[in-house]
C-alpha cells in the first residue's frame, strides 16, 4: 500500500549551484527544503551528493542511510551493460529483439529504468514514462549523469527518452508509434516473500500497489504496433481475459506477450 512518508529535499553539497538544484526539485515536487538535516523534521530526503541524487532514510543520529539510487554507469546497470547485454536473454527475446530487429520500445512502467536501460544496450528506441514524481526525478538524475560519461553517452542521449506521466493517459489516445509497449507494474504484494528486497519495499511505499495493471494492459493493447509485453510473477493469473500469444518462462516470473500486429 501507498505509504505517505516525510520527505524533505536537501544538498549535502555546499555550493551555491547544489542549493539552487535543491531549491528547485523542492519546488517543483511540493516538498519543503532545507539546508541541514538537523533543521528537518522529516524521516526521508531526496539528498544531492557527490555521487548523484539519492533517496535515503535518516533513522538514527548521523546515519543516512540511502535506499534508492540510479546508477546506469557502475553498479548493476554497469555490470549488465558490460557483460550481460545479449539478445539471447529472456528480457530481449520477450521485447521481440533478434538478430537485426530492434524494435521501439514505450516502457510504460520505468521505475528505475533498468530494463530500459537494457533495451537501450541492446540498440532499441526507448520512450521511458514515469508516474511516480520521486522515481521520475531520480532516475532523471541518473539519465543525466549517465548522459555525461563517455561509455553510457551514446546509449542515453540517443536512444532513452523519459517523461512523467500517467502511461495510460498516453496510451488511451495513442496512435501505434512504438513496435512493443513494455509493462512491469508491481507485484501483488507477498508479505514476507523472499523476492520482498528493501529497495522493492521502499518502492511499494512510494508508488503502492499499482492495482490499475489490468486498465493498463488494455490500454497497451490499442497502442502498439506489434506487441504487448508484460511481466508477472511466476505463477499468478493473467491481468487480461485474452490468452497470451506465448511465455517466456523465468525463474521466479515470466513474460506474457500478446502479439497485436494482424
Ligand atoms: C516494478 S516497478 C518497474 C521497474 C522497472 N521495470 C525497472 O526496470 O526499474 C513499477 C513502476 O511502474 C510505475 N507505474 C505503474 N503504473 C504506471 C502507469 N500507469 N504510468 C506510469 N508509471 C506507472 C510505478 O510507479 C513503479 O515505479
Known amino acids: 500500500m501507498k505509504k505517505s512518508l516525510s520527505i524533505s529535499v536537501l544538498s549535502i553539497i555546499n555550493l551555491p549551484s547544489f542549493q539552487d538544484k535543491a531549491k528547485s526539485l523542492a519546488d517543483r515536487l511540493n516538498l519543503p527544503c532545507h539546508q541541514s538535516i538537523a533543521e528537518a523534521a522529516s524521516e526521508f ?39 550481460n547485454s545479449t539478445i539471447r536473454q529472456p528480457l530481449a527475446k520477450a521485447v521481440g529483439i533478434k538478430p537485426g530487429v530492434r524494435p521501439s520500445v514505450f516502457d510504460a512502467t520505468a521505475g528505475l529504468g533498468r530494463d530500459a536501460f537494457v533495451f537501450a544496450c541492446l540498440g532499441c528506441e526507448v ?25 553510457t553517452m551514446e546509449i542515453v542521449s540517443s536512444r532513452m527518452t523519459l517523461r512523467m506521466e500517467d502511461s495510460k493517459k498516453i496510451l488511451q489516445n495513442s496512435p501505434r508509434t512504438y513496435h512493443t509497449i513494455y509493462l512491469d507494474p508491481m ?3 507477498r508479505p514476507n516473500s523472499a523476492l520482498n528486497r528493501q529497495e522493492m519495499r521502499v ?4 508508488v503502492g500497489d499499482d492495482d490499475d495493471g489490468g486498465m493498463l ?46
Do not use: W
Open 45 to 83: 530526503f531526496l539528498v544531492y551528493t557527490e555521487i548523484g541524487l539519492q533517496f535515503c532514510i535518516y533513522s538514527n543520529p548521523d546515519q543516512m542511510q540511502s535506499l534508492l539510487y540510479v546508477d546506469f554507469v557502475k553498479g548493476k546497470n554497469g555490470y549488465r551493460h558490460s557483460k
Open 127 to 151: 520512450s521511458l514514462c514515469e508516474r511516480s514524481a520521486i522515481l521520475h526525478c531520480l532516475l532523471e538524475d541518473g539519465l543525466s549523469r549517465a548522459s555525461q560519461e563517455t561509455k
Open 187 to 189: 507485484y501483488p504484494h
Open 203 to 206: 518502492i511499494r511505499d512510494l
Open 217 to 262: 494492459l488494455e490500454a497497451a493493447f490499442g497502442a502498439a504496433q506489434n506487441r504487448v509485453v508484460i511481466k508477472r510473477p511466476k505463477g499468478a493469473v493473467e491481468l487480461s481475459d485474452r490468452k497470451p500469444s506465448f511465455v517466456v518462462p523465468m525463474k521466479n516470473s515470466r513474460y506474457d506477450i500478446y502479439l497485436t500486429s494482424v
